[in-house]
């Protein structure tokens, strides 16, 4: 049948790129970022083309969703097929970020606005045969270091039908011209193990002199329409967009329908780990 043949084809890349996977540890440059990651020897980095082939054709994702990803990060001693974590790293050009509204912001206020959005939005996205998302709460309230300029937070988000609820955490790094993403997707049984790894990775991110923050020149560079609240509030659902491919989709039923399809994101995951043998996060109680 078709379906077993998608399998097969599936199980045979997989295993074609355990074989030939490029784990790369130490300083890894971001071009695009003008930046390194300091990632030492407990994580490793896969490259984007890698990516691409993890995202698309073991993951099943939408082929956009590689788009704009610069790499991934996996945990030392894990792969794509395990119950892990993963972060994926992406660059948005959007100029410089003021953070002048870092002391002002009320984080609760807005949790309780984008809960209600997503509630209101859940009727729809039901509608379309999706599984709808609602945030539950601050998995890690946004926090913000004005000496690295690294902005951290992360969402527990609950999906229909799901025993376990998502673990969505976001670093953002601020630079000269724009802001370098990092992007975990997790379960929230592994709240602990992303939570420590959030907090180094909001350190391992550095931008070449020239591109760092402090380089800003307010008469000559450009200036982001939105400042950390605004990469709270809209830049966690773009990221998220981006990273299971569905801006196409996105423009079109809005951001919310979108964070139903991380749900199958990490369905399709699953999927694969159970065809080697591991049992799928989703279903461990």
């Known amino acids: 049948s078709a379906e077993s043949e998608m399998i097969a084809r599936q199980r045979a890349a997989t295993e074609q790129l355990l074989k030939e996977l490029d784990r790369q540890t130490g300083t ?24 691409r082939t993890i995202l698309v054709d073991i993951w099943r994702n939408p082929p956009a969703s590689a788009n704009g990803v610069l790499g991934m990060v996996f945990p030392k001693g894990k792969s794509f097929i ?44 039901r509608a379309q045969g999706y599984p709808a998302g609602i945030l539950q709460r601050w998995a890690q309230a946004p926090t913000y270091d004005a000496g690295r300029h690294s902005l951290v937070w992360a969402r527990d988000i609950k999906f229909d039908d799901t025993p376990e609820d998502t673990l969505n955490y976001d670093i953002r790094l601020l630079g000269r011209e724009g802001v370098l993403s990092m992007n975990i997707l997790a379960s929230m049984s592994q709240l602990d193990d992303v939570r420590q790894a959030a907090k180094t990775f909001a350190s391992v991110g550095s931008f070449h002199t020239g591109a760092r923050y402090a380089d800003y020149n307010a008469s000559t560079d450009k200036k982001a329409e939105y400042g950390l609240a605004g990469l709270v509030a809209a830049g966690g659902a773009a990221a998220v967009a981006k990273k299971v491919g569905l801006l196409a989709i996105l423009s079109k039923f809005g951001k919310f329908l979108l964070i139903g399809l991380v749900a199958l994101f990490a369905g399709f995951r699953n999927f694969i780990g159970g065809l080697f043998g591991r049992k799928p996060a989703m279903d461990a109680s």
């Open 28 to 51: 890894i440059p971001i071009r695009a970022a003008k930046a390194d990651l300091n990632l030492g020897d407990q994580y490793y980095f896969v490259g984007p083309e890698q990516s």
């Open 82 to 125: 395990d119950d892990t974590w993963s972060a994926v790293i992406t660059y948005e050009g959007t100029g410089y970020v003021s953070d002048d509204d870092a002391k002002t912001i009320d984080y609760e206020e807005m949790l309780a606005n984008m809960k209600a959005s997503d509630e209101a939005q859940a009727a729809d996205i």
